[in-house]
């Protein structure tokens, strides 16, 4: 497969008068990790939503270079992207197994999910563990892992992750962040939208810097992590915060 | 009283209760998945009853008509609202369900009414005609305005319901009708007398809560729905058409409408208008269990059935009023226990 297999031009994306995302252009290649980072607001989360089609957006959206810029969100997750919101957005009341179950929805009816489901709880031993329990009861790190392992049950081609880290303890997110890395082996293609840049640069292969909706920056992880201006703006105060 | 004529009325309140339970699981069900406080639910009841009432005299339901009229107008609006559904696979998809099926069922009861081909025909066909309803008017009505406030989605089935009763009256004339009994059977177990009505009432009852719960417990389908009610984005982010949901939960509210209704017919007169107080009883009964309990809603429904079966020998004149002044403690009860108003919005 020739070119990106997700591509976004000139995305925008307006609440009202108030424009979140302005002119966005980014693309993500199988088995590569690209992280959007920047301060809360940047807009990094509403490009994320723009892009599963959870909010309208104008400008070019290409999966495998097919546009999907009209498809609903039950279209995108069919065609191969998945996104695990900031939010999570689990069945609280159904169990850790329904709730995976339930990931592989789009999935054609004669495939086995047995097999998927091997392979995330290899992943999350945890979920294993808890596989009966309510998603509602489980605890913060568990149900950021229970929200990827059902993303993957899509088995998408691109992950989109919103903010993997936000609200668990610095080892949790190190635990989340190395598991986000080793999924890259898998050959899917990673768009990781993080406030936490110095990590999400670790991991990364490329990265942007988003600022007031506008992309500032761009560039290898490794590259970034070492500008000036990212050091400064985005890594400098975070010293203890990774 | 005596023993009697006590376990008379308990029959007849668990007869009448078990079909309260039916209407309290549709209203359940449509809310939990669509926020839609499902007023028009009793309508379903009298269509399903004045349909196979129809057939019985050898007249053709209008009902039939409803449903080629419904299913071709959401065909119409999803052609010219939906870019999607102009694609040749699902425009062929969209004709076959929503034009050729109606179709079908009116050629069919175009067939069956002059002909008296007995209940084994006529009930099935009943069941379908009205059946079809729900998923229309869920496409006509409400997807439309699926974002909107549980308000605004209340006084919408408050429209369906006034609507539907205006076409009832239409369809069927002001007067009321009474069905063959589906098991013209007595039996005496010990001091009571068991009509062969109530064991039918009750046998399909139970066998449809638990095939509710079987649907909704094991299959990705109705775990489907479930999800949908649960947390309507995450469904879409999984994939799920949750419009696809709220047309299929009003496809079974309308068939356990219609359903309730054909139990209903042999017993009670049923007019174009006696939907909407049975319609509330299974409300009263819904509310019991918070609109949201299955289980609760069903045993609730049964203490409704019983409440007015006794209320009806003791003081007749009052029997409405005492059943729906349940209410009024169940209400008090569950405020003072959850002091946060239900407002999600």
Request: glycine residues 10%.
């Amino acid at each position: 497969m020739s070119g990106p297999t997700l591509a976004l031009r000139d995305v925008c994306v307006s609440y009202g008068k108030i424009e979140a995302v302005r002119g966005v252009s980014l693309e993500v290649d199988a088995g590569r990790i690209v992280t959007v980072v920047g301060a809360n607001g940047a807009g990094k989360t509403t490009l994320l939503n723009a892009a599963m089609g959870v909010l309208p957006a104008s400008g070019s959206m290409l999966f495998r270079g097919r546009s999907i810029a009209d498809d609903p969100i039950e279209a995108r997750v069919t065609a191969g992207l998945s996104l695990v919101a900031e939010k999570r957005e689990l069945f609280g009341t159904m169990s850790v197994e329904d709730n995976l179950r339930l990931g592989a929805y789009t999935r054609p009816r004669g495939e086995r999910p047995g097999d998927t489901l091997d392979q995330v709880y290899t992943l999350f031993p945890r979920l294993k563990e808890r596989r009966g329990q309510a998603a509602g009861t489980l605890s913060g790190g568990e149900r950021q892992m229970l929200a990827m392992g059902r993303a993957l049950m899509a088995k998408p081609a691109v992950l989109m992750l919103d903010e993997p880290s936000l609200g668990l303890a610095p080892r949790i997110v190190r635990e989340i962040l190395h598991l986000v890395a080793e999924l890259r082996a898998t050959g899917v293609a990673i768009l990781l939208v993080e406030q936490n840049a110095r990590a999400a640069l670790r991991i990364a292969d490329y990265g942007y810097v988003m600022e007031t909706g506008t992309v500032t920056l761009q560039g290898p992880a490794a590259a970034l992590a070492n500008d000036p201006r990212v050091i400064e703006s985005y890594l400098g105060a975070a010293e203890s915060a990774a | 009283m005596d023993p009697t004529i006590a376990l008379f009325l308990a029959q007849d309140g668990v007869t009448n209760g078990a079909i309260y339970a039916l209407l309290a699981l549709s209203l359940v069900l449509v809310f939990t998945i669509t926020r839609v406080i499902f007023i028009p639910q009793g309508e379903f009841v009298a269509y399903g009853a004045l349909t196979l009432a129809a057939f019985e005299t050898g007249t053709f339901p209008g009902t039939a008509w409803l449903a080629l009229i419904l299913g071709t107008a959401a065909f119409t609006v999803d052609l010219a609202r939906d870019r999607a559904a102009r694609t040749p696979r699902r425009a062929l998809r969209g004709l076959a369900l929503d034009v050729l099926l109606p179709l079908a069922l009116l050629a069919a009861a175009w067939h069956a009414a002059p002909r008296h081909l007995g209940p084994l025909v006529e009930v099935p066909l009943t069941l379908a005609i009205v059946a079809v309803l729900g998923p229309y008017i869920y496409r006509l009505v409400f997807r439309p305005l699926a974002e909107s406030p549980v308000l605004v989605l209340l006084i919408a089935a408050v429209g369906v319901h006034l609507a539907l009763v205006g076409l009832g009256l239409l369809f069927f004339g002001a007067e009321g009708h009474r069905t063959a009994p589906l098991l013209d059977a007595n039996w005496t177990v010990g001091p009571a007398l068991v009509t062969g009505q109530s064991v039918v009432v009750m046998g399909v009852t139970g066998g449809l809560i638990l095939a509710l719960w079987g649907f909704f417990g094991h299959t990705l389908t109705g775990k489907a729905l479930r999800a949908t009610a649960v947390n309507r984005l995450g469904a879409r982010l999984v994939g799920i058409p949750t419009s696809a949901a709220g047309a299929m939960a009003l496809g079974l509210a309308a068939l356990l409408g219609a359903l309730s209704g054909v139990l209903i017919a042999p017993v009670t007169t049923v007019f174009y208008d006696t939907g909407f107080v049975t319609g509330l009883k299974g409300f009263v009964a819904a509310i019991i269990g918070g609109l949201i309990s299955y289980p609760l809603g069903a045993a609730a429904a049964i203490l409704v059935g019983l409440v007015e079966a006794f209320a009806s020998f003791f003081a007749s004149t009052f029997k409405e009023v005492i059943v729906f002044t349940i209410i009024i403690p169940v209400l008090l009860w569950r405020s003072l226990r959850s002091p946060h108003a239900e407002d999600e919005e």
